[in-house]
T-cell receptor, first 114, second 110 residues
Framework: DADVTQTPRNRITKTGKRIMLECSQTKGHDRMYWYRQDPGLGLRLIYYSFDVKDINKGEISDGYSVSRQAQAKFSLSLESAIPNQTALYFC?????????????FGPGTRLTVL | QKEVEQNSGPLSVPEGAIASLNCTYSDRGSQSFFWYRQYSGKSPELIMFIYSNGDKEDGRFTAQLNKASQYVSLLIRDSQPSDSATYLCAVSSNDYKLSFGAGTTVTVRA
């Protein structure tokens, strides 16, 4: 089945460490997104990319960076992790030209920064 | 900043009853509306989308949209324990980005 995968699924790290979260998809979608989810705050957009050469900041990009290595791969980096970046992180994809902006989510990465 | 508001709940309904979830949004230019279901610790999964005023039915789920009132709702008929989850309302202004509400937690009592 065409799918969205995220690695790692769980990660515990220490303040100041550099962390990379990876997302891969076999859906053939061109658009990819990174969100974080905190209790009571819903999903908030960190970065998004509409194709390999297009990278855009979302509403909460400070402290994060991204890389779109290929159409199917979109990585999120925390250059120097801090405790308030502890959250559930989701990657999502969508396809241009579709009838709707439906996004499909990966299984998530639970990140804990100590 | 586009705002999407939902009652946080929890909304508790008996098995077999109708669960009614509400969502309001601030951007009048919003054109597409989505309901996602999220089980605890899992990823959001699409239940349905709607972009025209009125009702849209899919099985036990009905989405209702009123653009004049900036209001979208989701009805779950014949609620089952497996419907116990958090329901996320999401809105798009056709800029290919979704703005999410914080979600409404539904508990179906057996």
């Amino acid at each position: 089945d065409a799918d969205v995968t995220q690695t790692p699924r769980n990660r515990i790290t220490k303040t100041g460490k550099r962390i990379m979260l990876e997302c891969s998809q076999t859906k053939g979608h061109d658009r990819m997104y990174w969100y974080r989810q905190d209790p009571g705050l819903g999903l908030r957009l960190i970065y998004y990319s509409f194709d390999v050469k297009d990278i855009n900041k979302g509403e909460i990009s400070d402290g994060y960076s991204v890389s779109r290595q290929a159409q199917a791969k979109f990585s999120l980096s925390l250059e120097s992790a801090i405790p308030n970046q502890t959250a559930l992180y989701f990657c999502a994809t969508s396809i241009s030209g579709a009838d709707t902006d439906t996004q499909y989510f990966g299984p998530g990465t639970r990140l804990t920064v100590l | 900043q586009k705002e999407v508001e939902q009652n946080s709940g929890p909304l508790s309904v008996p098995e077999g009853a109708i669960a009614s979830l509400n969502c309001t949004y601030s951007d009048r230019g919003s054109q597409s509306f989505f309901w996602y279901r999220q089980y605890s610790g899992k990823s959001p999964e699409l239940i349905m989308f709607i972009y025209s005023n009125g009702d849209k039915e899919d099985g036990r789920f009905t989405a209702q949209l009123n653009k004049a009132s900036q209001y979208v709702s989701l009805l779950i008929r014949d609620s089952q324990p497996s419907d116990s989850a958090t329901y996320l309302c999401a809105v798009s202004s056709n800029d290919y980005k979704l703005s999410f509400g914080a979600g409404t937690t539904v508990t179906v009592r057996a």
